[in-house]
Each structure stands twice: as C-alpha cells, then as structure tokens.
C-alpha cells in the first residue's frame, strides 16, 4: 500500500454541491480515481434505476432491508472491483457518496448493525477523509432547479426527507468523530474548496510522518486516530 493512498468520501444531501467540489479535487490530485456510489459500477447503475422506480409519489414503496441489500450488493461490486483495487495501487479514491449514504438513508435499520454487516461481509474499508456538506434542504433544492441535468424520482422526495437526510448525516460526527468533517457548503465554491483542501494537505502531511516514524499500522484505517480502531 502506498503512504499516501487516501478514501477520501464526500456525502451530503442532493444539490449540497459534491459534484462541483469533486471535479475541483481532481484537479488537485490528477492521479485520483474518481468514483461515486452507487453509480460506480454497471451494477450499481442498474441498482440505481432500480431503486429510483420503488419512488413512487414522492415515497419509497421497497421493504428498508430489501432497499438496503441492493445498495449492500451495489457496494460490494464497488469495494472490491474499483476501490480495494486502486488503493491496493497506491491511488487516492474519492468517491461522491459511500458508506455513510447508507448509514443515514437507512438509518432506522442502525449503525452499528449495518456497519456489522458490511464490515463482516464486503469488508468495505472506512474512509480516512469524510466531507459532509451541509447545506438548508431548501436552498439545496433551490441549485438542483438550476441544474441541467435530469433530477430522479429520489431528488423529488419530500423536504422533510431531505430533511431527515440531512440530521443524519450531521448525527454521523458523534459516532465518528475524527473522520467525518461538517462543511458548511452554504457558501462560495471556492471558499468550500480551500477549506476542504487545507484538511487534505494536513492528512497527507500527518500520513508521511508516521510513516517515517513507523505509527502508520495498515492500509486504510488503521491510523493512530482511526475511528475504526478506537
Ligand atoms: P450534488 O452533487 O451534491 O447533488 P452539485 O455539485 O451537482 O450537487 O450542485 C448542484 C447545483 O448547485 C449545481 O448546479 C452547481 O453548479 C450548484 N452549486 C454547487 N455548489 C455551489 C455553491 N457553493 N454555491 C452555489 N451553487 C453551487
């Protein structure tokens, strides 16, 4: 494993901005695999599909547990096919949603249940990087109006889903409180990037000291400060 092989992940809500930050990224780090979830994979794309058609009036009409298999099988083929792979060569990944997306869309299955699963099954490595943008469910909703791009029966759910999302994802911090960094994204893009890239350059910089000091332990997660090892 390369020293500086990072997961970076980036999660938020629909139109918090993860898109607009990640093609930002990729141009700082050009050897980065680029790679999103579900959609990172043919068989994710098709979960994606799949799953968007069980949105029905605005409501999701699947079992919680059948919707969350088929984002567990999305994962796997993403883990072991593009992730595992690249880091494994010593690539940075930075993925536009990931574990934590199934953390909180399906929280009421729990955390820690779900996390054991995973954990005992893909073995889906934990990011070292986590940004959650945070933005008002409204004014996120505002820019996906603005956006060319076709919106999914998913984007469509209701404020008060959206909502929900969002206090999942900022209740993510208590449970993993060195991974995960809240950004406020309810500001000027390139305010959002400079602040998530000075984060970047200090992890990359801690990396390469405890490597030379010998603290790094393994691959992806077990850093002195690892939340998975704590
Ligand atoms: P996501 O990938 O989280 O759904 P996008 O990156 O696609 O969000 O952004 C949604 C829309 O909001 C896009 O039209 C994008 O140009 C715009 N946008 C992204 N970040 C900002 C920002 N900081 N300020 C204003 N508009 C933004």
Redesign the pocket.
Known sequence: MNKKALLIT?E????????????KLSKKLPNSLITREPRGTELGKMVHELTDKQVINGKIITNTWTYWFLYAAAQSEHVNNIIKPSLNKGQTVIS?RYIDSMFVYQSKLGIEKISGILEQSIETPLPNITFV?DIEVEK?QK??Q???NKNTNW?NLSLEFHQKIREGYLGLKEHFPNRIHIIN?????K??FEEVWKIIEKKLRKDDEDWDLGKRQCGVNEEEDCDSCQ
């Open positions: 980036i938020g809500i629909d139109g918090s901005g993860k898109s607009t930050l990640i093609e536009d943008l996120a820019r996906l603005k956006r060319t984007d994204a309810d500001r000027d893009k305010e959002i």
